[in-house]
Each structure stands twice: as C-alpha cells, then as structure tokens.
C-alpha cells in the first residue's frame, strides 16, 4: 500500500534500531516513505536499513544519541544531504529503568529525561526549519503511563506526560507555519523494553499472562499496531488533526481494575 506522494517523502525515526521503531520504519519504507534510521548503535539502525532493502525501500542509517545537540544536528544534516529534508519526524527513542521512586540515582533521572523528553525536544527543534518548508508533521511516541501508571515506574511515567505537554505546545506554536504535531500512547507493545518490565517485576511469563489479563481486548500489542497509528497522524489524510494524542493499547486505559 502506497500512500499518495509519500515517494517524495522522508520520514526520521528515532530509535528505529529495534522495537517500535524499526516496525515504523519498514511501515514508512512500504508506504513509499524513504526513511531515515537513526539509533543510538551502528549496527542495530544498519540491520534495520538492511530490512527495509530487502523489501525494495529506500533508507539511510545514522548512528545518533538523541540527547546530544550537535548529534541531532549531524543526522538532520545528513538527511537533508542525501534526501533532501525531513517531512516526517517520529520522536520514538526512549529508555526506562524499573525502580521505587526513592531508589532512582540522580544520574538514572537525568538518562531517562534526557533520551524521553530533551531528545524529542532536540530533534523536533533541529528539524524544525526542514519541517516547516515542507508542511511536515511530528508524531510523538508516549505511553499509556502519562495517564496512569503501575509502581517502580514514576521517572519514566513522568517523562511520557511531559511529552504529551510537549506536543500540544509544540502543536499550538506550529500550526501557524502548518506543521502538525500529534502523540502516540501505547500500551503494552511485544518489545525489548516489555519484556525488560516483565523480567523486573518478577518473571517474564508470568507478568505477561497478568497483564494480558488485564487487557480488554487479551492481548499485547504488536509494534506494526502502533506504527499503524503513527503513519496515520503523519499522513494527509490527518490534515486536521494536531495536538492530539492516539491511544494504542487494546482497551488497557478504559478499564478499571478493582477487586
Ligand atoms: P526498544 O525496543 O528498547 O527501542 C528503543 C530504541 O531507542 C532502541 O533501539 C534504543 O537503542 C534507542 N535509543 C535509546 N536511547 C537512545 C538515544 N539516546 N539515542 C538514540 N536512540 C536511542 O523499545 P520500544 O518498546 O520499541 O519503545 C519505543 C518507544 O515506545 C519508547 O519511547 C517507549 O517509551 C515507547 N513505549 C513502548 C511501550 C512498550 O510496551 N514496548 C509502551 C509504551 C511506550 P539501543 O537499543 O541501541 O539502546
């Protein structure tokens, strides 16, 4: 399925080396998108261009820490060199680490606010001249924590309900110069970082069966069900939507868990 004048289109994705965002990549890549890849390691945003190929799309693999300005500033760089600007910005790079609130050190709280919240800021403000020249969108990837959260999880919940501040601001100084900027929330989505939380609270199938119990609709989500929603607010076909926030998580947000 190709989306009308996506071939002249670009998409960044941060974080593209694994999970949700290698799955949006290869969405954007089918769709006609050529996309950028950029990831904190080399090799894992090079298996993900390798993927893309193989299927006949076009990518661009660029090593970035999405918390250092002047790497964000080289990737944008490189993506206007070789593809000529950036329409579509996916700000999908994030980290966790599972602790109390009272254990965190000072230095898990700057990594975390750093990669969820200063890295979409940077990208978003260094690909902002691109986006503006091209009427491009931003998709922001959240998580159903900033609306509720479970325990050892409060930096990261913090982080994801910032970012949704971030994307109705961003959205509201943006519209003028017609570039949209939406969120994402997933919920429990089969990746590396679901079975990280699993592993923390004690035992990957386990906790997998309890929160699939949890689940509405009784199961996890599979990363393609997110990029799905991501391409969507990045499309025309979202023209009118900015400041949004799509939730993507199977019903998990809408039921109540009492005992
Ligand atoms: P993932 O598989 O761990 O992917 C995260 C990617 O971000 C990894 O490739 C990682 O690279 C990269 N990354 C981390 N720090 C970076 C940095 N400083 N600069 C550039 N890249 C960096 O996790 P995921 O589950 O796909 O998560 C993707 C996004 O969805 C995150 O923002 C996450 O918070 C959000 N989310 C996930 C879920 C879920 O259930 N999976 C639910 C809600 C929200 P390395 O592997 O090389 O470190």
């Known amino acids: 399925m190709t989306e009308q004048g996506a071939k002249e289109r670009v998409a960044l994705i941060t974080g ?17 998108y050529r996309a950028a890849v950029v990831d904190l390691r080399a090799d894992s945003g090079a298996r993900t261009v390798e993927l893309i190929e193989q299927e006949g799309g076009t990518a661009l693999g660029i090593a970035a820490d999405v918390r250092k300005s002047c790497d964000v500033r080289d990737a944008i760089d490189e993506v206007a060199r070789r593809f000529g600007g950036v329409d579509v910005l996916v700000n999908n790079a994030g980290i966790e680490y599972y602790r109390r ?42 998580s159903v924590q900033a609306y509720a959260n479970e325990s ?12 949704l501040a971030l994307t109705r601001g961003m959205a509201v100084d943006f519209a003028s110069d017609g570039v949209r900027v ?22 990957r199938q386990e906790a997998l069966r309890n929160l699939e119990r949890n689940i509405p609709l009784g199961r996890v989500g599979e990363p393609e069900q997110v990029a799905q929603a991501v391409l969507f607010l990045a499309s025309r076909n979202a023209g009118y939507i900015t400041g949004a926030t799509l939730i993507v998580d199977g019903g998990l947000l809408s039921r109540l868990s009492l005992p």
């Open 101 to 142: 609130a009272d254990e965190y050190t000072a230095e898990e709280f700057s990594a975390i606010v750093d990669t969820n919240l200063r890295g979409a800021f940077l990208c978003a403000q260094h690909a902002y001249p691109s986006l503006r020249e091209k009427g491009g969108a931003i998709v922001n990837i959240s």
């Open 182 to 203: 939406n969120a994402v929330c997933p919920g429990a989505i089969r990746t590396g970082m679901l079975a990280d939380v699993a592993e923390g609270v004690g035992g």
């Open 152 to 163: 050892h999880i409060s930096v990261y919940a913090a982080t994801k309900a910032a970012l």
């Open 16 to 32: 593209a080396g694994s999970g949700i965002g290698r799955s949006t990549a290869l969405l954007f890549a089918r769709t006609g």
